[in-house]
């Protein structure tokens, strides 16, 4: 631990805060992480400062274990984080307190002024999708309506609608920028609380309509009901309609025909992975955004990494540049390439570990069959095991919701989604859970039992 205290806890928090970043939204990080320190670092334990108790209660119920997987390289594989409010450790009983002001509440409808036309890089892969965006900007319920944007993750789909939403607001359209995940919340809520007329008036009521990861949506009857309507009202009057997904209508099994079709009626445009020189213009204005000089040789190793989307380029980019902050030295290529060694090295330690023997171990730990797993059957133990195996597969693969739910039975997107953030809300309740998760991960790293603590970068 000698080498560790070499740096103080503020520069470790940075360095972790550079690759937890790329991990969530930038109005969710700006939320909740952008105004947190490192307080302290003792025997495994990292504590963090954070404004408020709201601050605490949300960092600690949903991003604790994304915060201590971002630390573990940088301290040890045993830390555990504590978030500390004006000083004082979080707990329960501090949640009462009066005289902490909450964070502000995350505007769903916000637009993220980083994303421009402007700064969007354009190249082979995106082309078509800009060009399409920038025209229903321009002309919107003229062009293409609704216009249907897909891609895999972190290719610049969210960027294009907010994008459009800007130039749209900008000439006073009432906009809506939503999540397909929130709008299946909000008319949860407005059913519970018999609201519906307030919900259809919302959204019924807007000049244009921009909608994230559709897929959501797909299996949800009531979902689909509503937003069909409310697609219904916005194209029959002539307001444009943005959608976005991981697939293609086509692609989407659990979807209903008849809204399928809709999403088919205007323009369906996909991006694909960036070519190698948008990859180099991509960094270069990155870097120009942080307001970092950094030399085209080092620009160039990042953009060779193979990189199968713009937020992985974009964490192999912030951890070089932490890492040469930690050794207080300007990022050179020699630094550059330790630095992405370390996280190739990181994934080549996990080759071993499959969806399929993460089952297999799950499966073992219930004595339960793989093919229980994969079947049909909803008792409380199988589903619980079930659940577990697809939470496992998220943490310990680069498996995407569609590949996991086809190693579960064909399950669609969606149920994964909602299985892995049921086993996150329950691990901090529930010891039996966290034990059983405890022991399986045990079993796939069984080199961990007598693994000594990690060596800081300093090492």
Not at 124 to 129: H, P, Q, T, Y
Not at 140 to 166: C, D, E, M, V
Request: overall charge neutral; glycine content about 4%; some cysteine.
């Amino acid at each position: 631990m000698e080498s560790t205290r070499a740096y103080s806890p503020q520069e470790i928090w940075e360095t972790a805060l550079g690759e937890l970043q790329v991990q969530v939204s930038k109005p969710n990080f700006r939320t909740w992480f952008s105004k947190t320190s490192g307080l302290s670092y003792q025997d495994n334990q990292f504590v963090i400062g954070v404004p408020n108790t709201f601050a605490a209660e949300y960092l600690e119920r949903n991003q604790r274990s994304l915060i201590e997987k971002a630390l573990t390289g940088l301290t040890s594989p045993h830390v555990q984080v504590v978030f500390r409010v004006n000083g004082n450790s979080n707990n329960h009983s501090s949640a009462n307190s009066q005289t902490a002001l909450p964070p502000p509440v995350p505007n769903y409808t916000r637009l993220n002024p980083d994303y421009t036309f402007d700064s969007f890089i354009e190249g082979s892969a995106n082309r078509l999708a800009r060009a399409a965006a920038l025209s229903v900007a321009q002309n919107p319920g003229r062009s293409y309506n609704p216009l249907f944007i897909y891609s895999g993750p972190g290719l610049g789909k969210t960027h294009l609608i907010h994008a459009i939403g800007q130039d749209a607001a900008a000439r006073h359209i009432n906009v809506i920028c939503t999540s397909a995940e929130q709008f299946t919340n909000e008319f949860v809520t407005a059913v519970r609380e018999r609201s519906t007329e307030d919900f259809r008036n919302k959204y019924r009521s807007l000049g244009m309509l921009l909608v994230d990861d559709i897929h959501f949506i797909a299996g949800k009857e009531q979902t689909e009901e509503s937003f069909f309507h409310t697609f219904n009202e916005l194209h029959n009057t002539n307001r444009q309609i943005i959608i976005t997904s991981d697939r293609p209508p086509k692609t989407m099994p659990l979807l209903e025909e008849r809204l399928r079709s809709r999403f088919e009626w205007g323009l369906i445009v996909d991006i694909q992975p960036p070519d190698y020189e948008t990859r180099l213009a991509i960094l270069k204005s990155k870097a120009r955004q942080k307001g970092i000089n950094i030399t085209q040789d080092v620009i160039e190793l990042v953009a060779r990494e193979a990189h199968s989307n713009i937020r992985s380029m974009e964490g192999s980019l912030n951890r070089v540049l932490a890492y040469a902050k930690l050794l207080r030295v300007a990022p050179t290529v020699e630094i550059a390439t330790k630095a992405l060694e370390d996280i190739a090295n990181k994934e080549l330690s996990l080759a071993d570990i499959t969806p399929t023997t993460i089952v297999e171990a799950v499966a073992g730990s219930f004595q339960l069959t793989r093919e229980a797993l994969s079947g049909r059957q909803r008792d409380k133990d199988t589903a619980l095991a079930r659940r577990l195996a697809m939470y496992l597969i998220r943490q310990e693969t680069n498996c995407s919701l569609v590949q996991i739910g086809q190693e579960l039975g064909n399950r669609d997107a969606a149920s994964v989604t909602i299985a892995c953030k049921k086993i996150a809300t329950d691990i901090d309740s529930s010891p039996y859970l966290k034990r059983k998760i405890h022991d399986i991960q045990h079993q796939l790293h069984p080199e961990s039992k007598s693994k000594k603590p990690a060596k800081s970068l300093q090492d």
